[in-house]
């Protein structure tokens, strides 16, 4: 595997449900982060987690939870989610301290929360 | 707050021909840089071009180029030549010299006409 890897693709869950997205970064990186895009709205970033420690929230519902265990895995846990929760959802990661610390993402999950 | 704002949701080019696709930001900051990435239907979100605000010269990525505009806050993307496999969404993303923190347009959806 090489570059950000993300799973599910695709996940379809119910209101009650309790479920958790995986992203998996292969580049060495020691920042990694979500974000949430809806359609025809800017890219939302929801959590940032650099050297493992989470150093932004952005008024995230509490149905929402990250968790970074080590510097290669980030997981988004979901629980109780609304309908408008529907998105793809997208991480990301970089190298905190270079010059541009540009970003690069993984394919992302569709959820559908019905 | 940073903001970046894209205010072409949609564009349309001929094959071969050239295309601008249009990006502002608001800052006060001096020091930071832009980006222009590229999200094919497939989904995978893939950086286009990168541009430092200290450097006066316009970045160029082969048929991609941009014309930054620093007084003006302008950070248009121009694609020469283009081809089929251009079609993508197109976001703009600000992200400031001190912190990991990207700002990212709404899109712009470009359409290849054969």
């Known amino acids: 595997e090489t570059g950000v890897t993300q799973t599910p693709r695709h996940l379809v869950m119910g209101m009650t449900n309790k479920k958790s997205l995986k992203c998996e970064q292969h580049?060495?990186?020691?920042?990694m982060y979500w974000y949430k895009q809806s359609a025809k709205k800017p890219l939302e970033l929801m959590f940032v987690?650099?050297?493992?420690?989470?150093?932004e929230n952005n008024s995230v519902p509490s149905r929402f939870s990250p968790e970074c265990p080590n510097s290669s895995h980030l997981f988004l846990h979901l629980h109780t989610l609304q309908p408008e929760d529907s998105a793809l959802y997208l991480c990301?990661?970089?190298?905190?301290?270079?010059?541009?610390?540009?970003?690069?993402f993984g394919p992302g999950t569709r959820l559908t929360v019905l | 707050a940073q903001t970046v704002t894209q205010s072409q949701p949609e564009m349309s080019v001929q094959e071969a021909e050239t295309v601008t696709l249009s990006c502002t930001y608001d800052t006060s900051e001096s020091d930071y840089y832009l980006f222009w990435y590229k999200q094919p239907p497939s989904r995978q979100m893939i950086l286009v071009i990168r541009?430092?605000?200290?450097?006066?010269q316009n970045a160029t990525e082969n048929r991609f180029s941009v014309n930054f505009q620093k007084a003006a806050k302008s950070f248009s993307l121009k694609i020469s030549d283009s081809q089929l496999g251009d079609a993508a969404m197109y976001f703009c993303a600000y992200r400031s010299y001190n912190n990991n923190d990207m700002r990212f347009g709404a899109g712009t959806r470009l359409t290849v006409k054969p």
């Open positions: 541009q430092e605000a200290y450097k006066q």
């Open positions: 580049l060495g990186h020691n920042a």
């Open positions: 987690y650099s050297l493992e420690e989470r150093v």
């Open positions: 990301a990661s970089s190298q905190v301290g270079t010059s541009s610390g540009e970003q690069f």
